[in-house]
């Protein structure tokens, strides 16, 4: 059964640091999003991407975000300088054309120190 | 205002149980609602999605009212391994894309 994988499982680095987060969504789909979820709390949207562009995007997805996909495969969440509320686990997620129902990767936790 | 809603638990009940869940979303628009488990520190997981006929899978059985802007789960015969927190999962309208909104979830503990 095709998966999403993401690496690293966890991350930890210093506030102010630069991290960038790797997905791989399921070989034929077509939406790809990523979500976070702090410790104790609900899973939320960050952005979504389609077509090599950034669909829609919430409020916490701000300027320190980046997402891209460099090839054909990848797709990535950058988050340019670190800072203590950041540290999350972060899921990236993708569906397939016309369909709603979004797969998730098993996560990166991320610890900002 | 959040925008979905969920009785967080937890629910206890024993192997065999018969449980439900439910979840109340705010924005009457919204066209996709989902049921996800989440383990421990793990990815949510599809469960089954919910049309507005409502839909069984083997045990699980999922109900839509529009009208009351209301979702609910039920879970027959609880197994241990259903144990974990369900998620109540809606889409936007309006948005340009699919960008789902969970519930803060409900945790269900079967046991022995």
């Known amino acids: 059964e095709p998966e999403v994988t993401q690496t690293p499982s966890h991350q930890v680095t210093q506030m102010g640091q630069e991290v960038i987060l790797r997905c791989v969504p399921i070989?034929?789909?077509?939406?790809f999003y990523w979500y976070r979820q702090i410790l104790g709390q609900k899973v939320e949207f960050l952005v979504s991407?389609?077509?090599?562009?950034?669909?829609?995007k919430s409020e916490i997805f701000d300027d320190q975000f980046s997402v891209e996909r460099p090839d054909g495969s990848n797709f990535t969440l950058k988050i340019r300088s670190t800072k203590l509320e950041d540290s999350a686990m972060y899921f990236c997620?993708?569906?397939?054309?016309?369909?709603?129902?979004?797969?998730f990767g098993p996560g990166t936790r991320l610890t900002v120190t | 205002r959040k925008e979905v809603e969920q009785d967080p638990g937890p629910f206890n009940v024993p192997e065999g149980a018969t449980v439900a869940f439910n979840c109340t979303y705010s924005?009457?628009?919204?066209?996709?609602f989902f049921w996800y488990r989440q383990d421990c520190r793990k990815e949510p997981k599809l469960l089954m999605s919910v049309y507005s006929s409502g839909n069984e899978d083997g045990r699980f059985t999922a109900q839509l009212n529009r009208a009351s802007q209301y979702i609910s789960l039920l879970i027959r015969d609880s197994k241990l391994s259903d144990s974990a927190t369900y998620l109540c999962v809606v889409n936007m309208a309006g948005t340009g894309a699919n960008n789902l909104f969970f519930g803060t979830g409900t945790r269900l503990t079967v046991i022995p």
């Open positions: 991407f389609y077509n090599n562009e950034i669909s829609e």
């Open positions: 924005n009457s628009a919204s066209q996709s």
């Open positions: 997620a993708s569906s397939g054309e016309g369909a709603y129902e979004q797969y």
């Open positions: 070989s034929n789909h077509l939406y």
